[in-house]
């Protein structure tokens, strides 16, 4: 007989292993306990256990202890698994990590599997971003020049320069904000407009919140203010906060 409890949550898994464990000694008394780890593990001591006989109990219970975690030992116990099934003994065996062709096997011999789950993490935007490699949310400062949230954009762009952001990454979403805006205002739709059907509708109606020549200003005041940063004309970082109050 084989029971398995697997998963992330290794307190958990342990836990019911020990509980079922427990409920099997009480049920069968005088039944002898054997504990398995991958320190005193061997394939001549597994088929021992398959085959032993309790003394004043025709089985034994095993704890299995996460022994999977070691390739080789994996490899024996799914040579045997079948056998492990079919004895006349009670094997528990919990694991924190199998692999797809472990569980299966697993899965098909034993009279009972179970998963526990680690809760997942609801990671917060810096670390979502982090995860992706990045400093800044590039839709969240499109969106936000967009929709001429000036309070937003400012809140972004001091969260930005905290996390050192190249003043050029900014300058480069704005710019390409606006650079849409203008296409879709020009366009009459997303083919002629060059644009991908998503960004052209959101850009139209972005474009709303502007005049046609208050565009065409943002658009050269951002062109203007990259080449000038980059002669050592104008502080790039003060620049860019002077763009977001002027909107």
Known sequence: MLYLFYGTDKIKARGMAGKTVEAAKKKHTGAELFKLTTENFSANKLDELIASQ?????????LADNLCEEKEIAE???KKIKETAESPNFFVFWEESLNKKELEKFKKYAQKTEEFKKPEKKLNKKEELALKGEKIDFFEFA????EKNKKQ????YQEALSEAVPSEEVQAIFFWQVKAMLLALKSKDASEAGLKPFVYSKSKNYA????ENKLKEMSA???VMYHEAHRGNLDFAVALEKF???L
């Open 143 to 146: 969106n936000a020049l967009g």
């Open 76 to 78: 024996i116990l799914l």
């Open 208 to 211: 709303k919140n502007y005049s």
């Open 221 to 223: 005041k951002l062109f």
């Open 244 to 246: 977001i109050l002027g």
């Open 153 to 156: 954009l400012w809140t972004l």
């Open 54 to 62: 309790g003394l004043f109990y025709s089985g034994s219970i095993i």
